[in-house]
């Protein structure tokens, strides 16, 4: 059965991330499956095996040996207790079928082992180790959104039921799935629908923009679309702050990585400067 997977590391966005999944899943009536994974350095964090020297003492060895394994130990237990926190937050909020699973490794391995049973998948803005780095988004959210085939939501700070969204349409096939699902999916039932394209109101563009609001508009939505000139980020933002949007809804790094180091990535900007929840298509 096709699931919410939501991605919890014990930052003060897991609490976030556990409302949008209860939301999620209430709305389109999938279980919910929290999973927290330990990374490859969790464990050896304070390994110092491999640097004692000549002349050491055996003794000291088979301590440090004690002390990486009590490390280890300590980081199963604190992910246990993660989950379980995380588990009965989500059941609060009145979803029922709940599963938690504790892995080791990497995140993106575990995503994409995971992501054929997903419908969405959940984790926050920033992760453990930037709680106050307010300028700067998670390590692993980029890593995942570009490598994930299913839609990601990315958590805002606080959760808060969106009334509206927008769809940040391109034309392009991200954005043509991203329409597709919201004319579909009951995640997005009883929502007023916005659709903005960013550029010149070409013919052209205006035929993209027709086709996306006739998809929404046969699913019975209420759409507001429009074109508006400028840098996207810029409109995109304002756009969200002015029509008090509360899902931004947008494709997902369409570019290559080496591109992005170049010239910057609107989804990177979008993520960062909004304040509302992103979902993210592929």
């Known amino acids: 059965m096709s699931r919410v997977i939501a991605l919890i590391d014990g930052s003060i966005y897991s609490q976030s991330v556990c409302d949008h999944a209860a939301w999620a899943a209430l709305r389109i009536g999938a279980p919910v499956e929290l999973v927290h994974v330990i990374g490859r350095g969790a464990d050896a964090r304070h390994d110092h095996s491999g640097a004692i020297g000549f002349g050491a003492r055996t003794a000291l060895l088979e301590e440090l040996v004690e002390l990486d394994a009590q490390h280890a130990k300590l980081a199963l237990k604190q992910g246990r207790a993660i989950l379980d926190d995380a588990k009965t937050r989500v059941e609060a909020a009145g979803v029922t079928e709940v599963s938690t699973r504790l892995r080791h490794g ?14 969405v998948v959940i984790l926050g803005k920033r992760g453990a180790s930037a709680d106050f780095a307010k300028g700067h988004l998670g390590s692993n959210l980029e890593r995942v959104a570009r490598s994930c085939t299913k839609p990601v939501l990315v958590a805002a700070r606080a959760f808060t039921v969106p009334e509206r969204c927008l769809i940040a349409f391109d034309g392009g096939a991200s954005s043509l799935k991203a329409v597709d699902m919201a004319a579909q999916s009951p995640f997005f039932a009883g929502m007023e629908i916005h659709v903005l394209m960013v550029g010149s109101a070409s013919a052209e563009t205006r035929h993209k923009l027709d086709g996306a609001v006739g998809t929404l508009s046969a699913a019975g939505h209420a759409i507001k679309a429009g074109i508006e000139a400028g840098q996207p980020d810029e409109v995109i933002t ?35 400067s909004c304040k509302v929840p992103v979902l993210l298509f592929r």
Do not use: F, P
């Not at 002015?242 to 979008?270: D, F, N, P, Q, W």
């Open 106 to 119: 990497d995140v993106v391995e575990t995503v994409q082992e995971l992501e054929s049973d997903a419908r």
């Open 238 to 272: 304002a756009y969200v702050g002015r029509e008090k949007i509360g899902l931004l809804v947008m494709g997902a790094y369409g570019h290559s990585r080496i591109r992005t180091m170049i010239i910057g990535s609107t989804t990177t900007e979008m993520v960062r």
